[in-house]
């Protein structure tokens, strides 16, 4: 079998896609804006027990054309996990849609050029379920619509991202598939010794920094239930130009019933978490369907209170919380 190029191996979603793929014996290429971090990078693959001796890493970067072919030469199979997520919203949404969008179709580029059989892309729920609807239930057939007044920056990013993913592969994809995945509250066991994405709202909620929990409604998806939906997106014959939906089974959750779920679960390493949501009206409880992955790709998510509670397990266990005192 060929290599496999995972974009933004180094994150928090592919970190874990690397250690599964390095599982299953596979020999995988990833790009990292910088080969600073390759000692690290490599901890986090055998943290999730796996051999790094298979890994290759590239230097490329989302903004530069520099570096892609390169590292998706002789790669028949490509994840393109890589995108920017801002700590906070930009002034400018352009400086996050611009770097998606054209970062997107560096990868399909690279990958097409290549003569790569297929690219699973991570995208997001938030290209699917942020245009509202007189019913909040949502599928892979919902879009989110990028010109909607008021949106933010980020899910506008992942629209416009994936909506120029699926363009470019109609029109001058040539024989490459395209199959994408679009996560919602991506949760779970961090690799890294940060705590990053929403770990860092987990991790203000254990310490003590987030005194209320903020208001919203959401999905939650295991970060390693998300490496394995890639897996079977990559494998599944009949994947080919589809959306996969990947989220636990159940409702939405809100922020004060996953603090709730830390205090039941961690004792007194949650006795900090908010007990109060903030202020505000009430908001839908999204439905989110993800019968499409477990009917078609066999995916069998883990509960949403399992990936929680694995959550601060693992920013204690790395030592990422503040000290009780």
């Known amino acids: ?132 609807k007189p019913v909040p239930d949502f599928t892979e057939d919902d879009w989110t619509d990028p010109d909607m007044p ?44 940060h705590a990053r994405s929403t770990l860092q709202l987990v991790k203000g909620m254990l310490d003590g920094t987030v005194g209320v929990a903020p208001r919203a409604r959401f999905g939650v998806a295991d970060v390693r239930d998300v490496a394995d939906v890639h897996l079977r997106a990559m494998a599944a014959p009949d994947a080919a130009g589809k959306r996969f939906l990947a989220l636990a089974d159940g409702p939405a959750m809100s922020f004060v019933e996953l603090a709730d779920v830390l205090r039941q679960h961690l004792g007194p390493l949650a006795a900090r978490v908010p007990t109060e949501e903030a202020p505000g009206p009430e908001l839908p409880r999204p439905v989110i369907h993800n019968d499409r992955a477990k009917a078609e790709l066999g995916w069998q998510p883990r509960p949403a209170e399992t990936t929680i509670v694995a959550s601060g397990e693992s920013l204690r266990d790395l030592g990422l919380l503040e000290p009780h005192g």
């Open 1 to 132: 079998m060929s290599r496999v190029l995972v974009t933004g191996g180094s994150g928090y979603v592919g970190t874990q896609l690397l250690a599964a793929l390095l599982r299953d014996g596979r020999e995988v290429r990833t790009t990292v804006r910088s080969l600073s971090g390759e000692a690290e990078l490599r901890a986090a693959v055998r943290r999730g027990d796996a051999d790094d001796s298979a890994l290759e890493l590239a230097v490329a970067d989302l903004t530069s054309d520099d570096g892609w072919a390169a590292a998706a030469a002789g790669c028949e199979e490509v994840h393109h996990v890589a995108s920017p997520i801002p700590m906070a919203q930009p002034t400018d949404p352009d400086a996050l849609i611009g770097p998606a969008r054209e970062g997107t179709l560096r990868v399909l580029r690279a990958a097409r050029d290549a003569g790569a059989r297929r690219v699973v892309l991570t995208s997001s729920f938030a290209a699917v379920g942020y245009t509202p």
């Open 150 to 193: 008021g949106l933010a920056a980020y899910p506008r990013s992942k629209t416009v991202a994936e909506r120029a993913a699926w363009d470019f592969l109609a029109r001058e994809g040539g024989d490459t598939e395209l199959v994408v995945v679009n996560p919602t509250a991506i949760f779970g066991p961090t690799l890294t010794p």
